[in-house]
């Protein structure tokens, strides 16, 4: 059973940064595709980006193109995000995942992100 564990969220000023981290344990995390998606309060969950297993590829939601940057570490079965130049629409809690045959199967607990303005 895989199990992923998000960190490094927290309040931050608009323009700010935070890098969140994904650590997966209990499978062969080198073999999956990996992604981060965010809910906010009210509001359906919402994809915000992906990462192929190799790291090779990476794809964005077109809200966060420029800010932010997904990469990963197989050594580490680390996933991260990157998060640059804020905005308080990014307030959400942020959750990482884990595909098995093409489907969002395994999920983190989240980990909140509060822009201010």
């Known amino acids: 059973q895989v199990q992923l564990v998000e960190s490094g969220g927290g309040l931050v000023q608009a323009g700010g940064s935070l890098r969140l981290s994904c650590v997966a344990s209990?499978?062969?995390?080198?073999?999956?595709?990996m992604g981060w998606f965010r809910q906010a309060p009210g509001k359906e969950r919402e994809f915000v980006a992906g990462?192929?297993?190799?790291?090779?590829?990476?794809y964005n939601a077109d809200s966060v193109k420029g800010r932010f940057t997904i990469s990963r570490n197989n050594a580490k079965n680390t996933m991260y995000l990157q998060m640059n130049n804020l905005k308080p629409e990014d307030t959400a809690v942020y959750y990482c995942?884990?595909?098995?045959?093409?489907?969002?199967?395994?999920w983190g607990q989240g980990t909140q992100v509060t822009v201010s303005s």
């Open positions: 995942a884990s595909q098995i045959r093409a489907v969002w199967s395994y």
């Open positions: 209990g499978g062969t995390f080198s073999n999956n595709q």
């Open positions: 990462i192929t297993w190799s790291g090779g590829t990476t």
